[in-house]
């Protein structure tokens, strides 16, 4: 079945210092989501792509969706301390029971640390 | 989100002890999702509903059970709890068709089967 491969699983920078994650999938993904998780907090959505070589910016979050559509980066510029939690990046996949739509397969996150 | 609001936030309970958690929303979505949390495993996806009289397994439905009493709840039971589904569950929403929207998650429900 479908995977969405996220590395790496953790990441531990010094503020002020880049951060990538990257997600993986091994089909073609029709989009790509990211969400956020604060320690002790739920996931929240950050952005979705849909286009083929999509990029999008959230201040100093780039958000880019491979030509293919089967792999996607998050990059963060200049990390604050702020920027702690974990990443996840989700795909759509079919329903698991055979259902015509689609649900989502998320990867299992990358967790930052950032260091004052 | 304060729109998705799952109780209890926290359970412990022992083995075999049947367990609802219950999970409400005021998003008017009609899709709802429960999704189990484990260290270094991410988000897995138990149960889902696209509306009141639709229900489909997940990754990992087995040992658990769900009712959607109405568009708003959603609810997930372990008939005989077991240590191995000590995890986090997290509820969500959607609005829209084919996985495409994005999901509103609840606060979460961190549950210790002993």
């Known amino acids: 079945g479908q995977q969405v491969m996220q590395i790496p699983q953790y990441q531990h920078v010094q503020e002020g210092e880049d951060f990538t994650t990257y997600c993986n999938s091994s089909?073609?993904?029709?989009?790509i989501q990211w969400y956020k998780q604060r320690p002790g907090g739920h996931p929240v959505f950050l952005i979705q792509?849909?286009?083929?070589?999509e990029v999008k910016k959230q201040k100093r979050l780039t958000f880019q969706f491979g030509e293919a559509k089967k792999n996607s980066s998050l990059h963060i510029t200049a990390t604050q301390t702020t920027d702690v939690g974990t990443y996840f990046c989700?795909?759509?996949?079919?329903?698991?029971?055979?259902?015509?739509?689609?649900?989502?397969?998320f990867g299992k996150g990358t967790k930052l640390s950032v260091i004052p | 989100d304060a729109d998705v609001t799952q109780t209890p936030r926290n359970r412990i309970t022992k083995t075999g002890k049947r367990i609802m958690l219950e999970c409400s929303q005021t998003?008017?979505?009609?899709?709802m999702y429960w999704y189990r949390q484990d260290p270094g495993l991410g988000l897995r996806l138990i149960y889902y509903?696209?509306?009141?009289?639709?229900?489909n397994k997940g990754e990992i439905s087995d040992g658990y059970s769900v009712s959607r009493q109405a568009q708003a709840k959603f609810s997930l039971s372990l008939e005989s709890a077991i240590p191995n589904q000590t995890a986090l569950y997290f509820c969500?929403?959607?609005?829209?068709?084919?996985?495409?929207?994005?999901?509103?998650f609840g606060d979460g429900t961190r549950l210790s089967i002993l």
């Open positions: 989700a795909g759509p996949r079919r329903g698991y029971s055979g259902a015509g739509s689609y649900q989502l397969t």
């Open positions: 792509l849909v286009k083929s070589g």
């Open positions: 969500a929403t959607s609005d829209g068709a084919l996985g495409g929207q994005p999901q509103h």
């Open positions: 509903s696209f509306d009141v009289k639709d229900i």
């Open positions: 089909t073609t993904l029709s989009n």
């Open positions: 998003k008017g979505h009609d899709r």
